[in-house]
């Protein structure tokens, strides 16, 4: 198969998986005629039909209330919520409801729903259109949380996702719908929780994923230029958490930087870093180091929203720092 | 009936709609040119609404706006250099380049603000209903949403607030018959949205939203109602966008919108309206009408000039701000 663009990655996923199953159902926002507002849902409310492709009013938080009776109720549900900053409309939905009632309920119930959601800065979308959320939800017991970076692991981690009789978080990077890659016909996999390495490297470890993976990679092209080897871990799943592939590769560089787009301060950075200084101390020839977004919300103005937003520069600035200690 | 409002106000109101328009035209332009970053949603087409809501508003009187927004902040007094400037990211803008289109805020001016959220804006109306009584004056608050926000839990949740404690708020629905791409017809089961005003015991009205004049009468009624202790109204303003829902929508929104539908509305220009009308009361002449347009333009032009003569902010004020 020639080059595919995230978005026909993903919609070619929910395609299969709809025809396979016909008890798969979308939920969300001109989802229907209008194929959302990325275009990940064109043609499918025509192929389809208005029950499994529902159109619904601006009401996230019966679109996550009603998902959810419906997965438990034996409907593998696919809801989406347009940005990632309009689930908190819908937080009470995700974090009491969502996430709980399988637990809550001794585990009698399973929950087969993925609410795919779109994030991310680098558009001037503004303070309320633009943000990395992801930690929030990490925060959550019960909920996975799933950022695939190409198009490639988007398919596969959206049918994982979509299998998982759990509630997944499948979160989309804004700038990634264009992107292309290659992405082969056949069914395939990308279990929830397993990382990957995108780029082999002895000297430092960076960990990243969804967007910053882009960056990151091209921030150790720079870097190799300067004659600096770099590995580069892409997440793909923030949780299961694959801390196995972070510490094998830390015990090997011995050094350690975590990028991502969400604000720094109590970031998946924050998380990741405590994590590789339990298990591997005795293997740090340096603090473990961050780059992330300023605790600030997003601002509109391109010099503001450039200062906010760690880019390739910041990333080597990083790799740098992490370098330089002994 | 025509005479209740006086001619400067008949021509003010005019000159605003206008100025509304050539802000918009000039603002999309600006966004094509890559001079306008993320998305604006222009509200050509609704200018009806905007200044005849905010036209029997005083200075001092709050607003509580929506991302299709700019034409309820030109109505309610806003400055267009300022506004110009926070649409180009510049230091100078209202909100110092932070906010952008969907967030001008001019506190001065009693705007409190525009929302990228749908329908979260309402329950902020109704805080500044609640100050309003604790402290006691007259003022009173227009909070403007969409069609699209009614069925957010915010509208229900802050209608029956506002009729409880009977607070100084009107509710003014800009009801341009889409929420994106779908139909009002397929997001609401009953007929009017003004007929869910019963479920919470407060006036409601479906008015034509592109008659600038009804519009503002059934504004002016309910201001008065809000600044006598009688509590809310909910006043359904049906309207049209000729444009899209924002700058990046296909053919002006012509993928949910049929042709014939699109050209209809468009006849029912509320601008154009207001401009017969105008004439055939004799209140506008072609001479007043030619000072109106060229007083407008100039002060368009200025606006853009002085955005664009602007300085960006710099790096490090974005850190700033962020807490008092
Ligand atoms: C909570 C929330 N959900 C969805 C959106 C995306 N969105 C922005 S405007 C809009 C349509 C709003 O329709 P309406 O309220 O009728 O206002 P209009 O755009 O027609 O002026 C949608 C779905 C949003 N901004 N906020
Ligand atoms: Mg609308």
């Given at each position: 198969m020639p080059e595919v663009s995230f978005v026909e990655s993903l919609r070619m996923t929910l395609r299969e998986e709809m025809q396979k199953d016909p008890l798969v159902m979308l939920i969300g926002e001109d989802i229907g005629r209008y194929g959302g507002i990325f275009g990940v849902t064109k043609g499918l409310l025509e192929e389809f039909g208005p029950y499994r492709v529902r159109n619904t009013p601006i009401s996230e938080s019966a679109i996550i209330g009603s998902a959810l009776g419906a997965a438990m109720t034996g409907i593998r549900t696919i809801a989406e919520i347009m940005y990632i900053d309009f689930t908190t409309c819908a937080m009470d939905q995700i974090v009491n409801q969502v996430a709980k009632i399988r637990y809550m309920s001794g585990g009698k119930m399973k929950i087969p729903l993925v609410i795919r959601t779109q994030c991310g800065g680098g558009r001037g979308n503004?303070?309320?259109?633009?943000?990395?959320?992801?930690?929030?939800?990490?925060?959550?017991?019960?909920?996975?949380?799933?950022?695939?970076?190409?198009?490639?692991?988007?398919?596969?981690?959206?049918?994982?996702?979509?299998?998982?009789?759990?509630?997944?978080?499948?979160?989309?990077?804004?700038?990634?719908?264009?992107?292309?890659?290659?992405?082969?016909?056949?069914?395939?996999?990308?279990?929830?929780?397993?990382?990957?390495?995108?780029?082999?490297?002895?000297?430092?470890?960076?960990?990243?994923?969804?967007?910053?993976?882009?960056?990151?990679?091209?921030?150790?092209?720079?870097?190799?230029?300067?004659?600096?080897?770099?590995?580069?871990?892409?997440?793909?799943?923030?949780?299961?958490?694959d801390l196995e592939t972070i510490l094998q590769s830390v015990r090997k560089t011995n050094r350690a930087l975590i990028v991502h787009e969400g604000c720094r301060r109590n970031?998946?950075?924050?998380?990741?870093?405590?994590?590789?200084?339990?298990?591997?101390?005795?293997?740090?020839?340096?603090?473990?180091?961050?780059?992330?977004?300023?605790?600030?919300?997003?601002?509109?103005?391109?010099?503001?929203?450039?200062?906010?937003?760690?880019?390739?520069?910041?990333?080597?600035?990083?790799?740098?720092?992490?370098?330089?200690?002994? | 009936m025509v005479h209740s409002i006086d001619p400067t106000l008949h021509l003010k109101m005019y000159e605003q709609m206008i100025t509304i328009r050539s802000f918009e035209e000039r603002a999309i332009e600006l966004f094509e040119h890559n001079l306008i970053r993320g998305n604006i949603h222009p509200c050509i087409g609704q200018e009806a609404v905007s200044v005849g809501v905010c036209s029997p508003l005083r200075r001092e009187d709050y607003m509580v706006n929506t991302h299709r927004g700019h034409g309820n902040c030109i109505a309610k007094g806003a400055d267009l250099k300022r506004m110009m400037a926070e649409l180009l990211g510049k230091s100078t803008g209202y909100c110092k380049g932070k906010g952008g289109s969907m967030h001008i805020a001019d506190f001065e001016g009693g705007n409190l603000g525009a929302n990228g959220i749908v329908g979260a804006g309402l329950p902020i109306a109704v805080g500044a209903g609640i100050s309003i009584q604790i402290r006691g004056t007259d003022q009173v608050v227009a909070c403007f949403f969409g069609d699209g926000a009614v069925n957010q839990g915010t509208f229900h949740e802050s209608l029956n607030m506002a009729a409880i404690w009977k607070l100084p708020v009107i509710f003014v629905c800009e009801n341009n018959q889409y929420a994106l791409s779908t139909p009002i017809r397929e997001a609401i089961s009953v007929s009017r949205i003004s007929d869910r005003a019963l479920a919470y015991g407060i006036p409601g009205m479906t008015i034509d939203g592109n008659d600038v004049i009804e519009v503002y009468k059934q504004m002016k009624e309910a201001v008065e109602r809000a600044r006598t202790g009688k509590g809310p109204t909910l006043l359904d303003c049906v309207t049209y966008r000729f444009f899209g829902h924002f700058t990046g929508d296909p053919g002006r929104g012509i993928t949910y919108r049929s042709r014939e539908e699109m050209e209809e509305w468009m006849g029912r220009c509320p601008i154009k309206r207001f401009r017969e009308y105008l004439f055939r009361e004799k209140i506008l002449t072609e001479e007043t009408e030619k000072g109106i347009l060229a007083k407008v333009k100039t002060s368009i032009e200025e606006a853009v000039q002085f955005a664009m003569e602007s300085p960006f902010p710099l790096p490090e004020e974005a850190t700033q701000d962020l807490f008092y």
């Open positions: 503004a303070a309320q259109h633009s943000q990395s959320l992801e930690a929030l939800f990490f925060h959550i017991p019960g909920l996975k949380v799933v950022m695939p970076s190409t198009p490639y692991d988007a398919r596969g981690l959206l049918k994982a996702s979509i299998h998982d009789d759990n509630p997944v978080i499948f979160i989309e990077h804004k700038l990634l719908y264009a992107t292309k890659g290659y992405v082969p016909e056949e069914e395939y996999i990308i279990p929830l929780g397993q990382a990957e390495i995108k780029k082999k490297g002895r000297e430092v470890t960076i960990i990243t994923f969804s967007y910053m993976v882009w960056k990151t990679l091209r921030a150790a092209q720079q870097l190799e230029k300067e004659g600096v080897d770099v590995e580069v871990v892409d997440l793909r799943t923030l949780y299961p958490l970031g998946i950075g924050a998380e990741i870093a405590c994590r590789i200084q339990e298990e591997a101390f005795d293997y740090l020839d340096a603090p473990v180091e961050r780059v992330a977004a300023m605790d600030v919300p997003i601002p509109y103005s391109e010099p503001l929203e450039k200062a906010v937003i760690p880019d390739e520069e910041d990333i080597i600035q990083g790799v740098k720092r992490v370098l330089s200690r002994n | -």
